[in-house]
């Protein structure tokens, strides 16, 4: 399991709920489901014995997510 919590400004540390529900959208859009806690905290738990080309799809999705919402 890992996450990553969003924020608009890493001093405050304010939650970025609105990134982290567009980040959800883009990635369940392209196949990857996950759950966002507190708001802004992207929590990520895959299986124990998942397969390397599969962990490495997911994190593909995700950083395609990051790229086309974060950088409006």
Not at 2 to 9: M, T
Not at 37 to 50: A, H, V, Y
């Amino acid at each position: 399991m890992f996450g990553v919590d969003l924020v608009l400004d890493r001093e405050e540390k304010t939650p970025a709920v609105d990134s982290a529900e567009q980040v959800l959208y883009a990635c369940l859009a392209m196949g990857l489901s996950f759950k966002v806690s507190q708001g802004s905290f992207l929590t990520l738990t895959p299986p124990l014995t998942i397969e390397a080309h599969a962990l490495e799809r997911a994190l593909t999705i995700l950083e395609k997510a990051f790229q086309d919402t974060l950088k409006k």
